[in-house]
């Protein structure tokens, strides 16, 4: 793959299809060694293209066993065979193009197209793994009506479901029967699916608020049939809160949601018949932890939302993707706020973004939420296009108000519905309720990077006014050298000497006590006019209004004064986030900063002591910045030094609070039932967290305490947290308790993987070692992503001294796994690859190790996905 440059699709090339497709009508005689595809393409031609234009029909891996026109056999010299498929020449206007082919699902290991997963057969035509399966003009503004016939072995694969309704079923002869499935709604193939297999199902129902009675359906492994109840209800209040937070009804008579083990990603929204991993459906309170419970909620919500936000209103291309991805995850985002998390689903996010997407935004793989280019496409399922995608549409909301927003989207849904469109589209639509000008607005999309604000005051107290000095500027990012200023809604309010929200005009605006700044020149300046009385802190930026790097150079009391006092919860809890942050960064400089610690321990302590601060928000309090970010606040780091300093800061700060933690930590025996509120969850989590913390103090106590958690808990929140506690501890607990829990897990995949991922991730002595068992482990399987994440994304993320160990044998390691993962599963590989990729921001010599293992990879046969991370992480 060395110097094979990888061809570039570009946005500037799109071109309106040339055909239309009138009907597509499918049969499957499946089978897993070879299935054979009947396909009936009812073509038009467009309007405005030329007679007898070409017609695309894209395919890969497929054995074409026939190939008609009308009817008869296609002539040779109409037909052109290529890398991405056949193209045919000299149709007439319509036509009916029947193709027969034949593919070989167990032999499927990128699991794109039909595939097996266990006993099952299943797809996954997102993004491109339509063409697969058989040819077909396989891009998402071709819609098309789907009739589709399955016939299969009934033992064997007695479940036959497609997209829509079933219209007929039936035996047939020698065993076998079959099933007909028509979808009424129009779909581009990315949402195709069906699933064969012997699986159980587990059924409710839905009224929707105009009576439509959806029968709801979830098909799982026979012996999964006890732990559907949660994902069961989570659809339901999705479904619900969809009505009453969008004004969306769903649309047709069934829907349904199919676990299988072995999944690339984590779940798929396809017309009616999503599919999931396994990971995202199955939850007992023995075998899921509240984290658990809370991401299924919001993955089953994520996909169902889909089927307005990407279903009913798709993409015209997948360079606007994230008109689908980056809208959704707002919109599930806000169901998990409004009926699960309340205030802390904002500072879990935020901790995501800055963990994840800042990063992507700061490395050699940054790119826009709008793309535009790309060598292959199942690399842009990002953090940038999802969580930055979902900030911008934060963003609008905060600009134009939420009724106008709302407004904005029943116009968006009602307008586009049924079509193929642009995010460009929907910022219009957005512009035109509002009456706004969002022009400069659009730049969120198509410029890569985080933008850096500073800001500064000064209070003018005889005249009551305090003036405000904005910069923002984006650093350069691949491909984009300069960089213009960005509409930048900042959320900002003021907090006095006794705590209590100032009031103020902000230029000849209304008395308020929070505005929205909208920066959007390179410099500018706002006055707020009319105080009383100096505030003793600015709130800046509160709710994380958005997506952007601030540094107001706020001094180590202001940021105490807003810890005490914000009544912003995100900005209360990043006031902590800096001061912990910058802790860290002094004693990098290996000159710990007393003052601060100290404000630190004072304030800590304040927190510990204060009944009136939530237990959730309190173990956010506690947290230090994820080692991932503060990686980021250096240009070249030693991640086992930042690990250690993390540490020592966590040491420093809390060795004198061991009582108060103790007293907060709460009660296991109390905390630990099936309760899923907010308060429940809140609860374990502070447990959790505080028992964590505890055990790395050496605090007296806090080994046997984890001890009799691991041991007496019933749910697998409180066992898993137990665990973690004590995976670096050097005593023999940690291989007691983790011998313990394979045991007794080890024919549980879903809970065996977070074995994997504790053995895995352990900075203890013998990692590489313990890296190789588990490879050998007779539980490891190549062909489960699920199993191999477990293993190596741990590795990488959390076992510091190893993955980066100074000679580098973690990184070759780590080369040579997915080398071996990409001749399976190319698109699995290119996203475990990515923490290879950050080898600029290292020290000299992990850098020059991490570099060179880089390279020797991209000197192997790699696939067009892994090549393209590869290749970007090597470019100048
Ligand atoms: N449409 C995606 C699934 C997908 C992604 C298919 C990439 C093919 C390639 C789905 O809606 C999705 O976004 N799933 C997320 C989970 C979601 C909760 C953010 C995933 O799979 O990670
Ligand atoms: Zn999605």
Redesign the pocket.
Known sequence: MKDAAPSMVLLSEYRAPDWHVDHLDLCFELDPVATRVESRIRVRRAVGTEPGVALRLHGQALELLRLEVDGSPAEADAVTADDEGLLLTGLPDTAEITVETRIRPDANTALEGLYVSGGSLCT?C??E?FRRITYFPDRPDILTRYRVRLEADAARYPVLLANGNRVEAGALPGGRHYAVWEDPFPKPS?LFALVAGDLTCVSDRFTTRSGREVALEVYVEHHNRERCDHALASLKRAMRYDEDAFGREYDLDVYMIVAVDAF??????NKGLNLF?AK?VLASPDTATDDDYVQIE??IA??YF?NWS?NRVTCRDWFQLSL??GL??FR?QEFTTDCTLFGAKRIDDVQRLRAFQFPEDAGPLAHPVRPDRYAEI?NF?TMTV?EKGAELIRMLRTLIGRETFRRGLDTYFERFDGQAVTTDDFVAVMAEVSGRDLGLFRRWYTQAGTPRVTACSTFDASAGRLRLQLEQRTPPTPGQDTKEPLHIPLKISLVGADGDRLEARLGDGPEAQEWVLELTDAEQVFELQGLAEAPAAISWLRGFSAPVLLDAGQDTAELAHLVAHDDDAFTRWDAAQSLLRRAVIARVGEAPDGTLEATLIRAMAALLEDSRVEPVLLASLLELPAHRELMESFEHADPVVIFEVREAVKKALFASLEPALSRRQGDPGALDNDAFTAEAMGGRRLLNRILALRVTLGARGALEDAETQYREARSQTLRMGALAAVNESPDALRAELLADFEGRYRDDPLVLDKWFALEAGSQVPGGFERLERLLEHPGFRWSNPNRVRAVLGPFMAANHRHFHHPDGEGYRRIAALIEHLDGLNP?TAARLVQPLTRWRRLDPGRSTEMHAALEQLAGKRLSRDLADVVQRALAP
């Open positions: 996954q997102e993004a793994g990315y690339n990603m984590g779940a798929m929204e991993n995202y919001s993955v994520h996909e889909h990407g689908k991805e959704t995850v599930d199942n399922y999802y698109q």
